[in-house]
T-cell receptor, first 112, second 115 residues
C-alpha cells in the first residue's frame, strides 16, 4: 500500500519567515495530493491540493510543488503569521473516491 | 451550509464497554469516510461508504468495529468491546464527486479514551 513520509515533525519559525514541509510517497499510482491544517480542537481543514497533471499551485501565501518523478511534494508558506501555527498533514491518494493516505503531521509554531 | 458534524466530541469508557460514534456528513454528499488518529501517529483510513454501501473497509482493524450507514445519510461506528488500543481521535469526512474530482471535508472528530 501507499506510504507517506512527512518531515519535519516539528518546525518553529519567526513571524514573517517562510516555512517548508516536505512529503514523499511510495505508490506511483497516486495522483492527488492534498494538504490539511488542523488547529487545536478542530478537524483537518483542506488548505490546498494538487493533482499529478500540475507541477505547482499557489494560493496567496501558500504554494505546493509536486515532483512525480522523485515522488515528493512540498508545502511552502511565505510571510508566516502566528495564526499559521497548527499541525499540517500531507496526504496522497490514487484518485477521487479513494482513501487518503496521510503523513504523520508537522507541528508548525510561528513566534511573533 | 453546515459542515460535517460528529457526536460525541469526547468519550471516556472502560475496557470492555461499548461505544457508538456518529457522523453526519454534509447534506447531499454520497461519500463518507471514517479515519482514526492514534496518539503521535498518522491519520489512518478505516472505511468508505458510497451512499449506504461499504465501498472499502480494508482499514477496519478487527471485527470489534462495526460501521453502518442506513439510508445513506448519517453513519455510526460502534466499537464492542473496546480495548485500550482503540483510544484515539476518530474523524469522519464526506465528499461529493464533481467532474470526477472530490474534496474530503472533515468533521471535528471524536476523542475516545479507553481506560
Amino acid at each position: 500500500g501507499e506510504n507517506v513520509e512527512q518531515h519535519p515533525s516539528t518546525l518553529s519559525v519567526q513571524e514573517g519567515d517562510s516555512a517548508v514541509i516536505k512529503c514523499t510517497y511510495s505508490d506511483s499510482a497516486s495522483n492527488y495530493f492534498p494538504w490539511y491544517k488542523q488547529e487545536l480542537g478542530k478537524g483537518p481543514q483542506l488548505i490546498i491540493d494538487i493533482r499529478s497533471n500540475v507541477g505547482e499551485k499557489k494560493d496567496q501565501r501558500i504554494a505546493v510543488t509536486l515532483n512525480k518523478t522523485a515522488k515528493h511534494f512540498s508545502l511552502h508558506i511565505t510571510e508566516t503569521q502566528p495564526e499559521d501555527s497548527a499541525v499540517y498533514f500531507c496526504a496522497a491518494s490514487m484518485n477521487s473516491g479513494y482513501a487518503l493516505n496521510f503523513g504523520k503531521g508537522t507541528s508548525l509554531l510561528v513566534t511573533p | 451550509e453546515a459542515g460535517v458534524t460528529q457526536f460525541p466530541s469526547h468519550s471516556v469508557i472502560e475496557k470492555g464497554q461499548t461505544v457508538t460514534l456518529r457522523c453526519d456528513p454534509i447534506s447531499g454528499h454520497d461519500n463518507l469516510y471514517w479515519y482514526r488518529r492514534v496518539m503521535g501517529k498518522e491519520i489512518k483510513f478505516l472505511l468508505h461508504f458510497v451512499k449506504e454501501s461499504k465501498q472499502d473497509e480494508s482499514g477496519m482493524p478487527n471485527n470489534r468495529f462495526l460501521a453502518e450507514r442506513t439510508g445513506g445519510t448519517y453513519s455510526t461506528l460502534k466499537v464492542q468491546p473496546a480495548e485500550l488500543e482503540d483510544s484515539g481521535v476518530y474523524f469522519c469526512a464526506s465528499s461529493q464527486l464533481e467532474d470526477s474530482q472530490e474534496t474530503q471535508y472533515f468533521g471535528p472528530g471524536t476523542r475516545l479514551l479507553v481506560l
